[in-house]
């Protein structure tokens, strides 16, 4: 990265309420230079605008985190993203539909036709969450996959308990070594 020039952005989108402020706070805590126990989780409030976090993934890495009521304003910063998590609530079917219609509208948008994302079921530690073969049936993510131009993962998570957030930090690493 030369000098003066700003790290990678990755944006952090996804509806409302599914987690995605304290899964961001755990990746801080994880890649910390001396990583610290995750404990309790703290509490969160819903996001109002737009919240930035580091990351050292070794490399700075800035993560976006826009609320999920912001939902119509997404596009205004797809041209400064170098990688897209999308979060969905894995216990709320109430969701499903409205997310994957989100899903959908982020990844026709042109800006983010090579951008590499993640798709994190998240909130599986709760007893009503749909497990990935279930999220993955009902987005009909086989579909969804087969048609995008980017490449795209899907892992299950839980920020509350820190659930598959290793495998996070590892292909944000990974996102850093695509060519941009």
């Excluded at 279930?134 to 820190?162: H, N, W, Y």
């Amino acid at each position: 990265m030369a000098a003066g020039r700003s790290p990678p952005t990755f944006l952090l989108l996804g509806a409302a309420g599914g987690g995605k402020s304290l899964l961001v706070r755990r990746l801080r805590q994880l890649s910390a230079e001396e990583p610290a126990e995750l404990g309790e989780p703290p509490a969160t409030l819903p996001t109002v605008g737009t919240n930035l976090t580091d990351l050292r993934l070794p490399r700075r890495v800035t993560v976006r985190e826009l609320g999920g009521c912001m939902g119509p304003i997404w596009p205004s910063y797809y041209s400064e993203c170098s990688a897209l998590l999308f979060v969905v609530d894995a216990s709320n079917p109430s969701q499903v539909s409205s997310s994957c219609i989100q899903l959908l509208s982020v990844l026709s948008a042109a800006p983010l036709a090579s951008v590499p994302v993640l798709v994190l079921f998240n909130k599986i530690d709760l007893p009503c969450y749909m497990s990935l073969v279930e999220m993955k049936s009902l987005f009909r993510m086989q579909d969804i996959v087969s048609c995008a131009t980017q490449p795209i993962t899907m892992l299950e998570t839980s920020a509350r308990d820190g659930t598959g957030l290793a495998d996070v930090l590892q292909w944000l690493r990974s996102a850093l070594r695509e060519p941009c």
